[in-house]
């Protein structure tokens, strides 16, 4: 009877798996209708009291997402004004729902991942998470990975979807 050997982890194939790159913390979203009269209009003057009167210390160390899911119109220094508050607790705050926080999240960490380890090599990009990965993190990643990779695939080594290879 012959041996079975593990080809897959005997091969040089890379495996990259988005899933560890995502960043701990809190998410919020925060939504600003509460804060404007009848849920649609943005009075500064009572705008400002709310946000005078808002726990801010119960943000520290979350990513913030602001939102407005009332169809009021809100004016751009309103969500610069209520980032001044935040500024001191979140770590990051961006306009948007928690998919675009977490894309944000994605964008700014691969945009300076190092990719060195990936020269020449055939990579494949881990396709199951149980964190809430954004479809454009997989994006951002292949297109990153394929400048130095010798290939870039998706999936599992068992059952992988070949993406590029170098020529």
């Not at 798996?17 to 995502?22: A, P, V």
């Not at 943000?59 to 004016?75: E, F, H, M, Q, R």
């Not at 969500?79 to 700014?108: C, N, R, V």
């Not at 990719?115 to 396709?127: L, T």
């Amino acid at each position: 009877m012959s041996e079975i050997i593990n080809r897959v982890s005997q091969s040089k194939l890379v495996t990259f798996n988005l899933e560890d790159l995502y960043p701990n913390g809190e998410r919020i979203l925060m939504d600003i209708k509460d804060w404007l009269y009848e849920g649609l209009i943005l009075r500064e003057k009572e705008f400002r009291a709310h946000l005078e009167k808002h726990d801010w210390t119960k943000y520290k160390g979350a990513y913030v997402a602001l939102n407005c899911t009332s169809d009021a119109i809100i004016p751009g220094w309103a969500y610069m004004l209520i980032a001044t508050k935040l500024q001191p607790y979140s770590k990051q705050i961006i306009i948007g729902d928690l998919e675009m926080l977490e894309s944000s999240l994605y964008q700014s960490i691969l945009e300076d991942l190092d990719v060195s380890e990936f020269v020449d090599k055939p990579v494949i990009i881990k396709g199951c998470s149980n964190k809430p990965v954004p479809p454009n993190a997989y994006l951002w990643a292949t297109t990153k990975i394929q400048t130095v990779a010798k290939s870039v695939m998706y999936g599992e080594a068992c059952s992988s979807v070949p993406l590029f290879k170098a020529k």
